[in-house]
């Protein structure tokens, strides 16, 4: 299962599993979603260590990925304008650029 730590990952992971870009009707797609942990905090990204809560995305009964639902939060709440600054900062804190 693939760990989900920036936008830019999320965004390509939504291509991947062919939803719309406002995520309306994504059971069309036969994507589905769960919710795993106990607290919402973000210092562990999508490991799910510590209990923290992440979204695991499914598609055709598979689990595909996992998000902290923290960064689910902190990349809906990103105004438009700041984005691609956000983007290049996750990218130097994770150490790479994927997606």
């Given amino acids: ?9 999320f965004v390509a992971l939504a291509r991947r599993l062919g939803v719309r870009p406002d995520w309306h009707e994504p059971d069309e797609r036969e994507v589905a979603a769960r919710v795993q942990g106990s607290h ?7 490991t799910g ?9 499914s598609q055709d009964g ?14 809906a709440s990103v105004p438009a ?3 691609a ?9 994770y150490g790479r650029e994927r997606a």
């Fill in 1 to 9: 299962m693939e760990l989900i730590d920036t936008r830019r990952e």
């Fill in 40 to 46: 919402l905090d973000n210092a562990m990204g999508a």
């Fill in 49 to 57: 260590e510590c209990g923290e809560l992440r979204v695991i995305f």
């Fill in 62 to 75: 598979e689990d595909i990925a996992a998000v902290n639902l923290a960064n689910l939060c902190a990349w």
């Fill in 81 to 83: 304008d700041e984005v």
């Fill in 85 to 93: 600054e956000r983007e290049r900062a996750e990218e130097q804190m």
